[in-house]
């Protein structure tokens, strides 16, 4: 039996790098958790983010996975090193891929970074530039309205549009030439952060190259799924699973097996 990739987040924006992985790595098998019962993480506490991410990889360790990635940019600032203290197999997350891409896009040396209020708080993506490249200039800002409006399945409404223009309205005035999306939410929003920060500042999405390691990963462990049978990926959401299931289908442009799993919900804070 084939054994599969892992890959989870708080709610629907780790599906941003299950697209990718689907598409550089077409017959691996994914199995996606996606916790929308208790999204969003940002706003939560450190702990409790390490917390539910242990739930999870409990969870997905049944599977039999022969990696873990943490597509949540919040609880890969959390928690990576925690997992992978706790499992034996490879454990990868979203910040690092991210950065790196953002270091070789950048002409001006001022990069910008978007993500939730803990991802930002956590300055997790300003460490991980500045060990690649000392002098970069990073300019962070917590977006918190942008998680709900994705996991309510509302991409492109007036409503939308303007609520990231004014989120983003002080990035126009710096120096910046790349964006990271700092969050797995935000390639949803990419067309409404386009328009609001300038169609010259070049958008980075972890995902293409958290896609990437995990390939790189694959191979030098010889685990490949090279000549499989095209798999069939598996979905679980702690929450509405109708409305996970519709943008899901709308994001991946196909259809899906979903499990849904009940969850206890705890109050944010």
Same mark, same amino acid.
């Given at each position: 039996?084939?054994?599969?990739?892992?890959?989870?987040?708080?709610?629907?924006?780790g599906?941003?790098?299950?697209?990718?992985?689907?598409?550089?790595?077409?017959?691996?098998?994914?199995?996606?958790?996606?916790d929308?019962?208790?999204?969003?993480?940002?706003?939560r506490?450190?702990?409790?983010?390490?917390r539910?991410?242990?739930e999870?990889?409990?969870?997905?360790?049944? /599977?039999?996975?022969?990696?873990?990635?943490?597509a949540c940019?919040?609880?890969?600032? /959390?928690?990576?090193?925690?997992?992978?203290s706790?499992?034996?197999?490879?454990?990868?997350g979203?910040?690092?891929?991210?950065?790196?891409?953002?270091?070789?896009?950048?002409?001006?040396? /001022?990069?910008g970074?978007?993500?939730?209020?803990?991802t930002? #708080?956590?300055?997790?993506?300003?460490?991980?530039?500045?060990?690649l490249k000392?002098?970069?200039?990073?300019?962070s800002?917590?977006?918190? #309205?942008?998680?709900?409006?994705v996991?309510?399945?509302?991409?492109?409404?007036?409503?939308?549009?303007?609520?990231?223009?004014?989120? %983003?309205?002080?990035?126009?005035?710096?120096?910046i030439?790349?964006?990271? %999306?700092?969050?797995?939410?935000?390639?949803f929003?990419?067309?409404?952060?386009?328009?609001?920060?300038?169609?010259?500042?070049?958008?980075?999405?972890?995902?293409?190259?958290?896609?990437?390691?995990i390939?790189?990963?694959?191979?030098?462990?010889?685990?490949?799924?090279?000549?499989?049978?095209?798999?069939?990926h598996?979905?679980?959401?702690?929450?509405?699973?109708?409305?996970?299931?519709?943008?899901?289908?709308?994001?991946?442009?196909?259809?899906?097996?979903?499990?849904?799993?009940?969850?206890?919900?705890?109050n944010?804070?």
């Amino acid at each position: 039996m084939q054994q599969p990739i892992a890959i989870l987040d708080s709610g629907v924006g780790g599906l941003t790098v299950v697209k990718e992985v689907m598409r550089q790595l077409p017959r691996e098998k994914i199995i996606y958790f996606g916790d929308t019962a208790r999204t969003p993480y940002g706003p939560r506490p450190e702990e409790e983010v390490i917390r539910f991410t242990r739930e999870i990889v409990d969870y997905l360790i049944q /599977f039999r996975p022969k990696m873990v990635v943490i597509a949540c940019n919040t609880a890969t600032a /959390f928690a990576l090193a925690d997992i992978r203290s706790r499992v034996a197999v490879p454990v990868i997350g979203v910040i690092h891929p991210g950065a790196r891409a953002a270091i070789n896009r950048t002409q001006s040396g /001022f990069v910008g970074v978007i993500g939730t209020e803990g991802t930002i #708080k956590s300055a997790a993506y300003e460490e991980a530039l500045k060990q690649l490249k000392p002098q970069i200039e990073v300019i962070s800002r917590a977006c918190p #309205k942008f998680v709900p409006l994705v996991e309510q399945g509302n991409f492109r409404s007036d409503e939308t549009y303007k609520t990231v223009a004014d989120s %983003l309205e002080p990035l126009r005035s710096t120096p910046i030439d790349t964006l990271i %999306l700092g969050c797995t939410h935000y390639p949803f929003l990419a067309d409404a952060i386009a328009e609001a920060v300038g169609r010259h500042i070049t958008l980075i999405s972890s995902a293409e190259e958290t896609a990437r390691d995990i390939s790189t990963i694959l191979q030098v462990k010889g685990r490949l799924a090279l000549g499989e049978a095209m798999p069939v990926h598996q979905f679980c959401c702690s929450g509405d699973p109708a409305l996970f299931k519709a943008i899901a289908q709308q994001w991946l442009n196909e259809e899906i097996e979903l499990t849904p799993i009940v969850w206890q919900v705890p109050n944010i804070g």
